[in-house]
């Protein structure tokens, strides 16, 4: 296996039109992003993107990215609502279990954009959403170490 800089992704295409969709081989497992262009009057030259639907492809059985982004093309209601897309490819041995979580995590980041919902309701990760609520009965962000550690950092400052 090809040493990477990351765990996770082995391969990534950033900000393609939907031109490119042909060019994802078969069964390419990981995270997509579908992005609608922003045109920018003030800089011509400047692009900006929104958000607008995060979504995976974690199965060997099922579609990859490139028939679920030909599938979104296809969808005349869908399609007019974006015009771009990233891909993320993870590693073989990432199992799609880790994949639905790491798309969980960014479904969850976007939950209450306003441009990442123009495709559907971007759902919270309910996963985290029990870890986040489990943290806050603990109070993590207050427990005695962190409070050990405050007191070190006024000891140092005096």
């Known amino acids: 296996m090809p040493v990477s800089e990351l765990r996770l992704i082995k391969h990534c295409v ?9 060019k994802i081989p078969l069964r390419t497992r990981g995270v997509y992003v ?3 262009k922003r045109s920018n009057k003030k800089k011509p030259k400047g692009e900006a993107f929104d958000v607008v639907y995060i979504g995976m492809a974690g199965g060997e059985k099922k579609a990859g990215i490139g028939g679920r982004l030909r599938a979104h093309a296809k969808n005349n209601l ?10 993320f490819e993870v590693w073989d041995n990432i199992r799609e279990e880790e994949v639905r979580e790491l798309e969980g995590i960014l479904r969850h980041i976007f939950r209450k954009d306003s441009h990442a919902n123009k495709l559907g309701i971007q759902k919270s990760f309910k996963k985290l959403t ?13 427990n005695r170490h962190s409070r050990r550690l405050g007191n070190k950092m006024k000891e140092e400052k005096r």
Not at 130 to 142: F, G, M, Y
């Open 34 to 36: 579908l992005y609608k």
């Open 78 to 87: 869908k399609s007019r609502q974006w015009t771009h897309f990233s891909a």
């Open 14 to 22: 950033e900000f393609r039109d939907k031109s490119y969709i042909k």
């Open 130 to 142: 029990k870890i986040r609520r489990e943290t806050e009965k603990e109070n993590w962000w207050d």
